[in-house]
């Protein structure tokens, strides 16, 4: 087959079976919107800023386990993708991202609309590759997804100069269906010597904690850690990442750890002597002070990246490899094992969990005559049985979502961890809804980061992604203020807009339905409407409490035994417990 | 602590900048880097000469692991190694002062390779610290230019590294 560049690019997404393509055109990539014009395989979803792009293919593949892919033009387009792919870095998400670029005669000259895309994205993608040859589009695009989608997965940039895709050069085509790169192998099983060391250390613990994250989604290994952890009876945390790896509602469950996390699972962090970490890369929001992390524990850490090993806490038996592969492992050796947990040791560990547990400390004031961000949480919970898949932005908002919408399944919680990037919600909410068109799918958000991409509104009109946005309207950067609140005496240095816009109005001139909720009793029967409304895209501002603040909180610095507990629901600073 | 680490990497452009960018984006060191191609036209070997503590070089070592370009790399310090590092020292000459930076030159098994009425250019191989040596051992006055390759080097014994 003897197709054009353009040609060949559309014709290989096609053969690798990618379903939809976020993009937004240009000069540079003119001839291949031309070869998008002539076929309808690959759906193309025309957004209205090239972060949208970003970041709807980023939640798909989030939802859906398969690549995200994203198309720009260069220069402006290209750039303005860059915080969309630094997004997926930081959470490893595959992706990715053809971007045109000038024709190859003038790179260097600073030509209309030239920026050295491969220069400006090197340090937050996995790969990035400039195409030179017409006839290295196939293999390279090839590459681009075997990179993206195996080992710790990640975004992965295609740079397309202009001439490259002319459509006056025509070349042979064949899809690549093997691709070697020599430097490239992921790991995949664990080393048996370490995980017979591991298993021996995991069945010796007197009061063992299993920390787990991101990794377990991203390794769709959520039935082996549920299995593992039942079989143990170990208490389990998980990261934000995390959440949905292991069903919330399980009485092993102790909650999210870190910085927002349970008083529980923070405690058992701090008092345990044994860390099972799946998929996770202690985070500095998880770990608090480094110097106080776990010290009386022994850990095991499981990561398919040798660099999140020992790279900020040092771990004492690394296990290289594939979680889901490694925990299949560990399991067949656990099944095997002779020994069993002390069970004395065990309920002893537990009991002392339960009376952490009943500090009961996300506990808020439900009498409240203001309506509470956690109640609209917990509402939506109920509203949608648990079952939506929910994205979100970032503040407070994101911490009380984490909270209190309780995951039972993994890619439900769609959110952005590593780089916390707001105007994350509303696009990654229409990326969801296409991946899975039945589904619910809630966009929980703050006033201050929906604006940051609310132009992807008249995408969700175009494409029909009926989705509903939560939006917690408490009109202030809240996140922003709370911290104010705790280190800087209370001055709201620029948390807050004097001008907020008429969000119902709003979402009506976009062409959706806008809905206010101002008392507390109203907002049950608005989320019930929202959700029958199966069609249509419904944004619903609840104007909330301006004052409420996220607890438990660990203030940067401080170690896990230190957190900060709400004592009396509304009082801003609390105090301490040690 | 010092640490020698060897790397071949594709021989393709950009490269280079991936490594260099990972190092300016992470805070690590580089003490010295050189890079030139092999006898497989494909590879470029890399000797690169950083310090930190040993979580410092452990990280290191597994981020430039990570990195596509980087096909096979080796931390000397784990083994045995030699080192040797080129330099080209100008210096300016006269009647009076020729005779001693020769006896020197000699000392150190440099070479001239370039002499003109007033200046020498001096060629230099060995450890680095014979380097230092032999400019702390001139007339600071005399030197015009210095230029050092940094240092290269491989492990001693029959075990390389290749593909
Ligand atoms: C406002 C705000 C507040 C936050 N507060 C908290 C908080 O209180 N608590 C909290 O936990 N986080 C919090 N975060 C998120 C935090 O910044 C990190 O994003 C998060 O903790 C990282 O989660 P993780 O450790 O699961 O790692 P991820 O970023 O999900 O990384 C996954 C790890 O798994 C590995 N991996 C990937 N695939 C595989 C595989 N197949 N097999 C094995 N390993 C694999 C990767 O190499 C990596 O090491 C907050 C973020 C924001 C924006
Ligand atoms: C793009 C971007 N800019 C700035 C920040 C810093 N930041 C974190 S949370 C926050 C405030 C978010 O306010 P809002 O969306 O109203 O959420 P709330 O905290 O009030 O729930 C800001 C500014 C960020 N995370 N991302
Ligand atoms: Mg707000």
Known sequence: MELSGGQIVVQYLKDEGVEYLFGYPGGAVLHLYDAIFHQQDVKHILVRHEQGATHAADAYARATGKPGVVLVTSGPGATNAVTGIATAYMDSIPMVIISGQVPTAVIGSDAFQEVDMVGITRPCVKHNFLVKDVNDIAETMKKAFYVATTGRPGPVVVDIPKDITDPNIKVPYKYPKKIKIRSYSPPTKGHPGQIIKAVDLLLNAQRPVIYSGGGVVLGNASAELTEITHLLNYPITNTLMGLGAYPATDKQFVGMLGMHGTYEANLAMHESDFILAIGVRFDDRVTGKLAEFCPHATIVHIDIDPASISKTVKVDVPIVGDVKLVLNQMLSVLKEHKKRPSKKALSAWWSRIEQWRETNCLEFDRNSDVIKPQAVVEQLYQVTKGDAYITSDVGQHQMFAAQFYHFDKPRRWINSGGLGTMGFGLPAAIGVKLAHPEADVACITGEASIQMCIQELSTALQYKTPVKIINLNNRYMGMVRQWQEFSYESRYSHSYMDTIPDFVALAEAYGHVGIRVEKPEDVRPALEKAFALKDRTVFIDFITDRTENVYPMIESGKGHQEMTLRIAPGTPIDRELA | ?163
């Not at chain 2, 880097?33 to 070592?61: F, K, Y």
């Not at chain 2, 230099?124 to 006055?141: C, E, I, P, Q």
């Open chain 2, 1 to 163: 602590m010092r640490h020698v680490i060897s790397i071949l990497i594709e021989n393709e452009a950009g490269a280079l900048s991936r490594v260099a960018g990972l190092f300016s984006a992470r805070g690590y060191n580089i003490e010295s880097l050189t890079v030139a191609p092999t006898e497989d036209a494909t590879l470029s070997r890399m000797t690169l000469v950083t310090r930190g503590s040993e979580d410092v070089i452990e990280q290191i070592t597994k981020q430039l692991n990570k990195l596509l370009d980087i096909v096979k790399l080796i931390d000397l310090a784990d083994a045995s190694h030699v080192e040797r590092e080129l330099m080209l020292v100008k210096v300016s000459t006269s009647d009076e002062t020729r005779g001693e930076i020769n006896r020197l030159s000699d000392i150190f098994r440099g070479k001239i390779i370039d002499v003109t009425t007033n200046s020498y250019v001096i060629e230099m191989t060995g450890a680095s610290d014979k380097l230092d040596a032999f400019v702390a051992a001139l007339d600071a006055d005399s030197i015009i230019e210095t230029v050092r390759s940094g240092p290269t080097a491989m492990s001693r014994g029959e075990n390389g590294l290749h593909l």
